[in-house]
């Protein structure tokens, strides 16, 4: 890996690796051998929902990789048909029994879900969770600013994270001027959009970046984000690409690269078009 993975400092003191890996499709036992390879080179805060159906096999990557569970980070999300308090109490509490985890690190809203608008009764019922212990830290995806405005008025907690998606070809450049202005912590989802699926690696800006730094193009992507401010959790099943991945904190991107890389974003950059304001998820 190299250099050690920086941390950022989230709005209620607990610290995260500027890197995480998503672990989107990584379940049972290819998914336990790819999440315990992870941890054992060097990933310590781990993506996992309710709703990937995988909270079991991170708990079992979790006791076989050689890290004790105290020094991990790791994190679910709240699916959107249990935002009603009761039963998202009882979620949370399934999803410590499927991972067999006594608390986790991280939970997260997963979809804010205007429309059904109960996310606000979600979050109160994350708030107790995190006062009884079972999760150190609370946060939400995919919330626009009047969602994460409303939770503060409502509750007076505001989430520490915010995990949206976020790659080159939609930069989220006001999302994360709010972030920064109400220190709410940006995280990307699909960082590399999706990679395999996508022309953004065969980009002709891309390359020549990865060429002048002697890295490779997720390497280069990966590194803007960081440079962002942005947790990235890229999802890789390979050992190959998931060192190639945390192997970002030995080179820095200039402001000509930085903004070249930017200037990639379109207003319909999103993967499949889910705008919280409207898409829902449950
Ligand atoms: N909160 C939300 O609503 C939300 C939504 C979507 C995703 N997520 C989270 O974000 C995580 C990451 O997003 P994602 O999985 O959608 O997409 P991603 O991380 O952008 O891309 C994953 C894809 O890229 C490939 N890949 C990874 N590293 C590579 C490299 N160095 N070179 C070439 N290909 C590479 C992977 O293949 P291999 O496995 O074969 O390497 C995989 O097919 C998810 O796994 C999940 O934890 C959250």
Not at 90 to 101: F, G, H, P, V
Not at 210 to 217: E, L, P, S, W, Y
Not at 266 to 271: L, Q
Request: net charge negative.
């Amino acid at each position: 890996m190299g250099n050690p993975i920086p941390e950022f400092t989230l709005n209620d003191g607990l610290k995260l690796p500027a890197i995480g890996l998503g672990t989107y499709s990584l379940k049972g036992n290819d998914g336990v051998r790819a999440i315990t390879n992870a941890i054992d080179i060097g990933y310590r805060l781990i993506d996992s929902a309710y709703n990937y159906e995988n909270e079991g096999t991170v708990g079992e990557a979790i006791r076989r990789s050689s890290v004790p569970r105290e020094k991990l980070l790791i994190t679910s999300k709240l699916p959107g048909r249990y935002h009603e308090y009761d039963q998202a109490v009882t979620a949370i509490q399934e999803s410590l029994y499927r991972a067999n985890l006594d608390y986790y690190d991280l939970y997260l809203i997963h979809w804010p879900n205007p429309i059904q608008d109960k996310y606000v009764e979600a979050w109160q019922a994350l708030i107790d969770a995190k006062k009884w212990g079972l999760v150190r830290s609370i946060g939400v995806c995919n919330f626009l600013p009047e969602h994460l405005a409303r939770l503060e008025k409502e509750t007076g907690v505001k989430p520490s994270i915010n995990q949206i998606e976020l790659h080159p070809y939609f930069n989220q450049k006001e999302l994360r001027s709010f972030h920064q202005e109400h220190n709410i912590q940006t995280e990307s989802w699909s960082p590399l959009f999706r990679a395999k699926d996508s022309d953004l690696f065969s980009n002709d800006a891309l390359q020549d970046i990865a060429h002048k730094h002697n890295k490779t193009v997720s390497q280069v992507i990966l590194r803007w984000h960081y440079q962002l401010g942005s947790i990235a959790i890229p999802k890789s099943a390979s050992p190959e690409r998931q060192l190639e991945n945390i192997s970002i904190f030995d080179f820095e991107l200039d402001n000509s690269d930085m903004n070249t890389i930017s200037s990639l974003t379109r207003p319909d950059g999103r993967i499949q078009n889910q705008d919280p304001a409207v898409y829902e998820e449950f």
